[in-house]
């Protein structure tokens, strides 16, 4: 399966496709640049993968929550690509995404995400890895003020996210694993859309491109 995964919810720029050369990825920091890099991220991991738009599966991209103005271009994108060469999209989570990539670098089992949503909120969501290695959902995505975050006291989570320390002073501990430790990056890979990518195409858990839409959780917009 030739799956493009693509995301622009944060600040940073990420696409990625596994072939038979293995992962191509390019990421990079890139704020207020999202539409234009993003083409030419696609355009040089199809060359470096040697395929073309024709040969993808499927278009993963990540539809929120996080940057308004961001997540209107990854899906935009997602919706060009899809149209043009008649496949499917497979809508992510960023905070399920985030979950995954936490797996992937720190090997965390419990995944209590937050990240800031500006205008003194959060999003924020939790998720556990499966045997299966897939971030699955155990609490919803969420938008609240940060005192009003509440994790399940019976999981032993690790603090995911730059939310936790963005709102350091105003988020409820609750029941941690490591209440000293806080893997705030910023940089959510593409890579680590797809496993989830996989996982929901072999569901069978896909989209008419001109069904996806953005995931905002909030009616104001916050560039």
Partial sequence: MNILCIDTSSQWCSAAIVSAHGLCQQSKLAPRQHAGLLITQVEGILKEASLKKEDLTAVAVCCGPGSFTGIRVAVAMAQGL??????PVIPI???????????????????????????????WGGYEITDSHIAKEVMAPTLS?????????????????????????????????????????DILEAQDLLPLARYLLEQGKTLAPEHLAPYYLRDRVVR
């Fill in 82 to 87: 899809a149209f043009a060469i008649g496949c």
């Fill in 93 to 123: 989570s960023t905070l399920q995404a985030i979950a995954q990539g936490a797996f992937r670098k720190y090997d965390t089992q419990f995944a209590a995400v937050v990240i800031d949503a500006r205008m003194d909120e959060v999003y």
């Fill in 145 to 185: 003020k940060p005192k009003d975050v509440r994790f399940l006291s019976d999981k032993d989570w690790e603090r995911i996210g730059n939310g936790w320390d963005v709102h350091s002073t105003d988020l409820i501990i609750g029941a941690f694993s490591s209440s000293d430790k806080i893997f705030s990056e």
